[in-house]
């Protein structure tokens, strides 16, 4: 099993930036491939971004130019900076990882919130 543990939620104003954590357990998280996901009240969950075991990321067009997602291999973390913070943007984020097929996301933490005030 793998156990996935999010930190970094809180509350910012519009325009500004957090960065998310996520820890995961194990020891072959540098094989996994990583993603971030997000949800709206009312909406399907979302992929915003991804990276891979070899480090190639993707972002989703609502979230291209603001996040950055990035991994740290040594210590079993993958981050998600969040610039340019909006009240549009979901609020529950939720860490995943896919272990056995790239795109197919078989662990997931509990999820973290983060509230924009305007």
């Known amino acids: 099993q793998v156990q996935l543990v999010e930190s970094g939620g809180g509350l910012v104003q519009a325009g500004g930036s957090l960065r998310l954590s996520c820890a995961a357990s194990?020891?072959?998280?540098?094989?996994?491939?990583m993603g971030w996901h997000r949800q709206a009240p009312g909406k399907l969950r979302e992929l915003g971004a991804s990276?891979?075991?070899?480090?190639?990321?993707n972002y989703a067009d609502s979230v291209k130019g603001r996040f950055t997602i990035s991994r740290e291999n040594a210590k079993n973390t993958v981050y998600l900076q969040m610039n340019s913070l909006t009240p549009e943007d979901p609020v529950v984020y939720y860490c995943?990882?896919?272990?056995?097929?790239?795109?197919?996301?078989?662990?997931w933490g509990q999820g973290t919130q983060v509230t924009v005030s305007s």
């Open positions: 995943a990882a896919a272990t056995r097929a790239l795109w197919s996301y078989d662990y």
């Open positions: 194990g020891s072959s998280f540098s094989s996994y491939t």
């Open positions: 990276i891979t075991s070899g480090g190639r990321t």
